[in-house]
């Protein structure tokens, strides 16, 4: 089985999109054994990929990478590899509530306020959602805590995982692959 993202996905995110810089790998499988000398708790949430030894570690310096068409290249060889895309330009509100129809009405709310919807991506069987777009400006951290969960909005210096499965087996799916990331601004957000 593979856990992570097809050639394809890593194709359509690098290419299409243009978003290889962007791009890191992702341990997605749920068996892979962890580095003795990672401090990773877990697989498939943050970048990392397998060393020598086939055990997984972080990818040092995992904030400041760009991505070349060679590793690219190398990591869409991997299936346990999903991918990550860094919140550099790309931003996403990530909606960590799992009440889907909670869920869906966070998501209907943000969109009445655009007048548009953005690109949605979701995990099978799971009622949180993550909405991606870009936003050319420096953007922090921010989370909106509510009674059902928190409301994230990634920022500088964090990730998401964009193709692959989660640990639990659920695979992270889009309502419809994006061809691109809207351009958000800044009175928008």
Not at 80 to 94: L, S, V
Not at 100 to 116: C, H, M, S, W
Request: aromatic share 8%.
């Amino acid at each position: 089985m593979a856990y992570g993202a097809s050639r394809e996905d890593w194709q359509h995110f690098a290419d299409t999109m243009g978003l290889a810089q962007h791009l890191l790998p992702v341990v997605c499988n749920p068996n892979a054994k962890l580095s003795p000398n990672s401090t990773m708790s877990s697989v498939g949430r943050s970048p990392s990929v397998y060393n020598s030894y086939r055990t997984v570690g972080g990818l040092p310096k995992w904030t400041r990478h760009e991505a070349t068409p060679a590793e690219i290249k190398q990591w869409q060889r991997e299936p346990d590899y999903g991918i990550c895309i860094q919140c550099r330009e790309i931003r996403a509100i990530d909606i960590d509530i799992p009440n889907a129809a909670v869920t869906k009405q966070v998501i209907a709310a943000v969109e009445n306020v655009l007048g548009f919807k953005l690109p949605l991506r979701g995990r099978t069987g799971v009622g949180k959602g993550l909405l991606a777009f870009r936003l050319d400006h420096p953007w922090p951290k921010r989370v909106i805590p509510t009674e059902h969960g928190p409301i994230e909005w990634l920022g500088d210096g964090q990730q998401f995982v964009a193709c692959g499965s989660r640990e639990d087996g659920s695979r992270y799916v889009w309502r419809a692959l994006p061809d691109d990331f809207p351009l958000l601004t800044m009175e928008q957000v």
